[in-house]
């Protein structure tokens, strides 16, 4: 039989030739937009998830979520605290700290409208 077709190698294991097959490791990890993308396609989605995920296109696909879901926070947060200035900190940290998760909850709502449930 032959043990190299199509350039693939294979292992004798006990009576049978199994593939020596190897997944390409994404080189960096997931962030939490990329995990909520794939968990959102994989519930939702689950045809598109399976054929990107076969096709190889899902890693580089849940990266450009995450890249970009980030660059969306940065932006969106500057722009709320522009309309909604933020009170001094130094005088009262935790109304400046309330202030800010409200507008990096508002932030993130859009982000995630926009991006990861799209």
Known sequence: MNT???????????????????????????????R???TYLMNHRPVLYHTMLLNGSLYPHLMEVEQT????MRQSME??????????KAQNQLMWVQH??????????LVMTELIYS
């Open 69 to 72: 879901a980030e660059s969306r």
């Open 36 to 38: 909520l993308r794939r």
């Open 79 to 88: 722009q709320l605290l522009k309309q909604n200035p933020a009170p001094d």
């Open 4 to 34: 190299n077709s199509r350039n693939v190698t294979y292992s004798t294991v006990g009576d049978y030739l199994l593939p020596n097959l190897t997944l390409n490791q994404p080189r960096k990890p997931l962030g939490k937009y990329g």
């Open 100 to 109: 800010m998760n409200s507008l990096k909850a508002q932030a993130e709502e």
